[in-house]
């Protein structure tokens, strides 16, 4: 018997991030291995329909992939129910209106982060998808890397002891545009366009932190504009209006203290984009995206401050690679598997819209923070409260 297929409407696909990223490596890997697995043995397979805005591009696509099926009518595709997934790529100022219709035509939804421009829309949805009775799930792909899957297993392992403090750096240097061109996008400099470090990685950090090492309790930042003026794809020079540079400090429950450096204006001097180091009371890690290595308690060297002499001690040597003892594949994928799983009843998905509002609501916050000069406590988000359905909303998709 052939496997059940599942319908994916993946608006958004013919971008940088939905074709590379959720079309190739995810939706396409995934038909190209049979389906995904399920826990009684048995696959489930999906089809994509790809949604974009220019009909060329999407043909292109279409054709270099053999697939079927593409559309520039958002509208038709979620009303055909063989359809059961929409999926958005978008940016982040079109992606409440497409994900509200979503709703409406009773698909459950697969989105990137940020979920919405504001913390009160993202609750919005939140709250109309429950309502609806869909399933939702928003990307969470840094859970996904190899280096911190390793970090979760040092955690559950009790490696550390009791967790002191988190410390991250993440960034790397993107050309202004004049001389070389940039490696982002310039909306992403332009705070009217809903650019800015803190809206982008903000919503990575609070899930990070609250999966690995707890609930973020409140949040002290500074955004800074380092280059002031940039150059966008058509060489014409704009006003950068977005932060490019966050130094934060998070507290979490538990008494964790995380120090997090963000930035798009800082020279790479470590062996990864990404880096996290965590003390405890029984020993250290540092890992990146794919690497990973510690220092326990009972091999901790003892320095000793002495500045009148060089040091030559090789502190880097006093720490341990660990192996990497399980293959992992791109997080992507695997968490498109996860989401998958949870639409047809195999598993669950905890990663969803109420996550993508906690998101936002640390980056707005954090930008308060900034603004104001003040540590911002921060509450969990309300999703109780009765909802009152729009009148499209209780009829559409019954």
Known sequence: MSNPTIGVIMNGATGRMGYRQHLVRSILAIREQGGVLLSDGTRVQVEPL???RNEATLREIAERHGLEHWTTDLDAALADDRWSIYSDFLVTKARVPAITKAIAAGKHIYTEKPTAESYADAVEIARL?????????????KLYLPGLRKLKRLIDSGFFGRILSVRGEFGYWVFEGDWQD???????????????????MFPH??????????????????????????VDERGEGYDATADDAAYAVFQLEGGI???????????VDRPELLEFQVDGTLGSA?????GAKVQPRVATPRPTWNPDLPDTH?????????????????????????FLRYVVGDGEHPYDFWAGARGLQLAEEGLRSSETGRRIDLTAPDSGSPVILPHDLTTAGA
């Open 50 to 52: 790809l949604v974009g």
């Open 286 to 290: 540092v890992v990146g995206l794919f």
């Open 182 to 200: 940039a490696q982002r996008p310039s909306w992403n400099y332009r705070k009217q366009d809903g650019g800015g470090i803190i809206v982008d």
């Open 129 to 141: 998808a429950d309502a609806r009775g869909i399933k939702h799930g928003v990307v969470h792909d």
């Open 314 to 338: 090789d502190y880097s040597g006093d720490w341990q690679e660990l192996p990497t003892n399980e293959v992992f594949e791109n997080g992507f994928k695997t968490q498109w598997e996860d």
């Open 205 to 230: 950090w609070n899930y990070v932190l609250e999966n690995l090492f707890g609930r973020v309790e409140s949040v002290y930042a500074q955004a800074v504009t380092h280059i002031p003026a940039r």
């Open 257 to 267: 203290t995380a120090q997090l450096n963000s930035s798009w204006a800082v020279r």
